[in-house]
């Protein structure tokens, strides 16, 4: 008698229910057509397919045209692939993967602004990673016909160097017209009859001023040249400065960290891989170095002010700010400093302190720190010599909930700082799990599996939303259907390093998520 077998889509609801409800017992498992996401063949296959080449790759050239360098694409997908070969090595006990992130962070420290020999935008060569365009402050200064600069303007908009500022006569001799327009927000801005006279009620600078933020953001900088002066007529590019940013340096050092720790945890891999993981720990020490200045007491960093940032002067988003601290936490296991572990302990009350426990016992946080200056928003002073911020004169107030893409950053560094005994609670572990199965999991109108957009429930997202859902995979030691629901979800959406373009634009989150799923099934 041939074998009956229910329907794909009858075992997805059933799994999904059993996800949510938290039926864990007897919930079936999920089926899925031809992938399977919980075995070590389908990462091994797809991790040798994205060291072919392509985006996240650390190849980044010295004249610094490549895009993806440019972009964090290190941050955003080497380090989860990075990651992925930890979480690996940790479910299987293979030193192959091991070795197989040593070749890719030889590589990746390879390509350290100080290996390279460029500078941020202070011109300092230091040992990370910078980025600019599109998240850095563009550029275009103004000149006059004998190249003198005249006028800096500045705009905060991501995507800046995809403006074009176009410069017109003004109606009167003194006077000049500015348009600028962004072809990726697909926005204009125009500033007509401006003077570079300080004295005049048209001064760039102030007229200017006045209108930010306004739609690309805009403000300006006097180069002096004094009244009279006029810039060249035509049409200018913005550009924009490298900063090196602490969530990339953590993205990037996190998995090295723990590299280093799990060699130094073992005399077995001591013997074998010391050596390297020795050289590991003093880069990942001199990494997060680079961004001591931009630590405050309070366990969160701040954007320096003046830093070519949108938002300069302000606090970091939490998961920028953890972000680093992930790898803080791995360096006060391996090294027992204290000033690391006073750091982490200050980030998880920080974090700790930002969370809220709603009607199902479960923890919602935003993403701006609550009652920093973007959360409750700031405003412009009249004169930017004491704003807030240079390069955003006012802001917010910005109150969203943290989506779950980075929130997954925030769980990662609680537990792993829970872990490490040096914050939180076994409840607040139990209660982020249940921000997951609570707030975050859920079925469609189909009841079929699928997920929140943030924290606080909410919007459902679509397949690219419910694929970073195995990054909250830390917690499912607290809530085995955490695995369940996030499986449920990829043998429902099926995701594939070639599916909707996926790999053109960097799949390495994608191994992380593999490497999860199978690490949460053991």
């Not at 020999?117 to 040992?127: C, W």
């Not at 931009?294 to 302000?314: K, S, T, V």
Request: hydrophobic content about 40%; aromatic content about 10%.
């Amino acid at each position: 008698m041939p074998e009956i077998r229910p329907s794909r889509r009858t075992l997805l609801r059933l799994t999904a229910a059993g996800a949510v409800a938290g039926a864990v017992g007897n919930a079936l498992p999920a089926y899925a057509d031809g992938v399977d996401y919980t075995a070590r063949k389908t990462f091994d296959d797809w991790d040798r397919l994205f060291q072919k080449g392509g985006p996240g790759q650390p190849d980044q050239p010295n004249d610094n045209t490549n895009r993806d360098g440019r972009s964090g694409m290190l941050a955003w997908s080497q380090s989860y692939v990075l990651l992925g070969l930890v979480r690996m090595y940790e479910t299987y006990r293979d030193t192959y993967y091991l070795d197989r992130l040593i070749d890719n962070v030889d590589q990746v420290l390879g390509v350290r602004d100080s290996a390279r020999g460029v500078t941020d935008y202070r011109g300092l060569s230091l040992p990370a990673w910078r980025a600019d365009h599109p998240y850095t402050t563009g550029y275009a200064t103004l000149a006059d016909s004998n190249g003198r600069p005249l006028l800096d303007l500045r705009e905060a908009l991501s995507y800046a160097e995809d403006t074009t500022v176009t410069v017109s006569a003004g109606s009167r001799p003194d006077t000049f017209t500015v348009r600028l327009d962004n072809t990726s927000v697909n926005r204009s801005v125009t500033h007509i009859d401006l003077s570079l006279d300080p004295a005049s009620p048209d001064y760039a600078v102030t007229r200017i001023y006045a209108a930010a933020p306004g739609p690309l953001q805009l403000t300006a900088a006097d180069r002096g040249a004094g009244p009279g002066a006029v810039p060249a007529l035509g049409t200018y590019q913005m550009h924009c400065k490298p900063v090196i940013f602490a969530v990339h340096t953590g993205m990037i050092t996190y998995p090295i960290a723990a590299f280093v720790r799990i060699v130094a945890s073992s005399p077995v891999l001591r013997r074998r891989y010391w050596r390297k993981a020795s050289e590991y720990l003093t880069a990942c020490r001199e990494a997060v170095a680079v961004h001591d200045w931009e630590y405050h007491d309070g366990g969160y960093l701040i954007w320096p002010r003046a830093q070519p940032l949108p938002y300069d002067g302000c606090e970091q988003p939490i998961n920028q700010s953890v972000g680093l601290g992930q790898t803080l936490v791995e360096l006060a296991l391996v090294t027992g400093d204290p000033s690391y572990r006073a750091k982490v302990a200050a980030m998880g009350r920080m974090l700790a302190a930002q969370y809220t426990v709603n009607s199902g016992d479960a923890y919602v946080w935003h993403y701006w720190p609550a009652g920093g200056r973007i959360y409750d928003g700031f405003a412009k002073t009249g004169d930017p010599e004491t704003d807030v911020s240079i390069f955003t004169p006012s802001g917010g107030p910005a109150r969203q909930f943290e989506d779950i893409s980075h929130g997954a950053i925030d769980v990662e560094f609680a537990v792993r700082a829970f872990r490490a005994k040096l914050a939180f609670t076994g409840r607040d572990m139990e209660r982020i799990a249940r921000t997951f199965t609570r707030n975050v999991a859920a079925t469609d109108a189909d009841g079929l599996p699928a997920i929140h957009t943030t924290v606080g429930g909410g919007t459902l997202g679509g397949p690219s939303v419910a694929a970073q859902a195995p990054r909250w995979m830390q917690v499912t030691p607290w809530d085995p259907q955490v695995h369940a629901h996030c499986l449920a979800l990829y043998n429902r959406n099926q995701p594939t390093p070639e599916r909707d373009g996926q790999q053109a634009i960097g799949f390495g989150w994608l191994l992380a998520n593999v490497a999860y799923l199978n690490w949460g099934a053991r």
